[in-house]
């Protein structure tokens, strides 16, 4: 599994250059900056948001929530920290879940998808894995799957985030929201699927 710095479960877009001049500065401004240019992407594109979270508990709604601005596209969000609310809340696979685990990169995607119909929204972003500290059904502290979800195209990272469960925690949430900002931003490009449901 890649680490954090180094590549993602499926290739991701590639930006021009005002998308990789605005992931660069959220990239330095951290998670505040990084939900400001997500809102600012999705309003320009008219587009809505809704959030499935695991590990993040709820993080990731709330730093888009903190951006001025956020009614314009945050439809809303789901904390399915519990392996069958991913099923009953967001329509997970049961069979999925009972193979792999809540900690797998479809099951991020599932969520995705799932959280995107349910609440009526053209991006669903998804977050789960293992905050720590200690690992969890064979899946050792760090290991995170990010999903995002568009009307062009799907992107899954997986990752490996170093530091206490604070710190996994919140890399989680900027993986999900650069993720999720170079998607809207460029739109589908080659190396990823497109969206389907």
């Known amino acids: 599994m890649p680490d954090s710095s180094s ?25 505040e900056g990084a939900a400001a240019v997500l809102v600012r992407a999705l309003a320009d594109r008219g ?21 001025p601005g956020a009614s314009r596209v945050l439809r ?3 904390v399915a920290y519990a392996t069958d609310l991913k099923a009953s809340l967001l329509g997970v696979d049961g069979a999925l879940l009972a193979a792999r685990g809540p900690v797998d990169p ?20 998804a977050t789960t894995g293992v905050a720590g ?27 490996r985030l170093p530091g206490d469960r604070a710190a996994v925690r919140a890399g989680a949430c900027r ?5 999720a900002t170079n ?11 497109p969206a389907s449901g």
């Open 7 to 31: 590549g993602s479960a499926r290739p991701g877009p590639r930006l021009g250059t005002d998308g990789a001049a605005d992931a660069e500065s959220a990239a330095a401004d951290g998670v």
């Open 47 to 67: 587009w809505t948001v809704a959030v499935a979270e695991s590990l993040t508990g709820g993080m990731v709604a709330a730093e888009v929530v903190d951006v």
């Open 76 to 78: 809303g969000g789901v």
């Open 106 to 125: 479809d099951v991020a995607e599932a969520m995705a998808r799932g959280v995107r119909r349910r609440l009526g929204a053209e991006v669903g972003l």
């Open 133 to 159: 500290p200690g690992s969890q059904d064979g899946h050792r502290a760090g290991e995170v799957h990010v999903a995002v979800v568009t009307p062009d195209a799907v992107r899954v990272e997986s990752l």
């Open 175 to 179: 993986a999900v929201l650069a993720c």
């Open 183 to 193: 998607l809207v931003v460029s739109g589908a490009v080659g190396g990823e699927h």
